[in-house]
């Protein structure tokens, strides 16, 4: 029994990888009931919110100080990550932040288990 149900229509963001449009990775997205944020060439479409958030991350995170190796990195990710998502208020989902936004939209369609 999965953990969540996604609703149909869910996009998995990449970016133009040769990896990302392998015939096995399209069956496994297909399988998962996903659709791939990369079209059958390997031109993004609809990729601009991730790239965004991949350009703050960096911005925000990255290029603010030289790292002493990864575990410095991935410490830090984590940290940004989970401000990001549960702290910081974005202006485009009315000044709340995204798990918040994440929440009350699984609670309108009635998908319980992703609104807990």
């Known amino acids: 029994m999965p953990l969540h149900r996604r609703p149909s229509g869910t996009v998995h963001h990449s970016d133009k990888g040769s990896q990302y449009v392998s015939l096995a990775y399209t069956q496994r997205l297909k399988e998962a009931g996903l659709l ?17 958030i991949n350009g703050l991350y960096k ?3 990255i290029h603010r ?16 990550v989970g401000w ?25 369609i009635g998908n319980d288990d992703l609104a807990a």
């Open 59 to 61: 911005a925000e995170v």
């Open 36 to 52: 791939a944020s990369t079209g059958s060439t390997g031109d993004s479409y609809d990729n601009a919110m991730a790239e965004s």
């Open 65 to 80: 100080k030289s790292w002493k190796n990864r575990a410095e990195v991935e410490l830090a990710t984590l940290t940004w």
């Open 84 to 108: 990001y998502n549960n702290r910081r208020l974005l202006e485009r989902l009315g000044h709340i932040p995204p798990a918040e936004a994440e929440k009350a939209y699984y609670a309108s």
